[in-house]
């Protein structure tokens, strides 16, 4: 823990891992935490698999990749500060120059809420 799960439209095998390696550095760097618990999961959105604003596919406005982080719960500034990295990053990654093209949402967790191998999180003396 955290994990991020990205949804994107289509991204080579390349994109993808500029991305791994600058949303956990983006990540690590806003929440002061070791690379070696962060996951990454990726998402095909396939050119049918999204509409925005009621319109579908091509005749949306936007394609926008969206961005969920699972964590323990952060302070606000922690979540600003990530949005910011982890947008910018994105934007490096797809090669995109417009940052409304990045939803961020974040799911923070309370430790009782996660379990690795078996055992709550808050029953762990590691919380990261």
Known sequence: MPFI??????????????ATELLTESLCMAY????SIVSIYFFD?????YGHAGRFHDKASVNRIFIKIHAFMRTETDRMVAAAR?????MLAYDTTSPKQIVVYFLDRDPSEVSHGGILESKNHINT
């Open 5 to 18: 799960e990205v949804f994107d439209f289509e991204a080579t095998s390349a994109q993808r891992e500029v």
């Open 32 to 35: 002061d935490i070791s690379r």
């Open 45 to 49: 959105v396939s050119a049918r698999g």
């Open 86 to 90: 982890i947008t910018e990053a994105t």
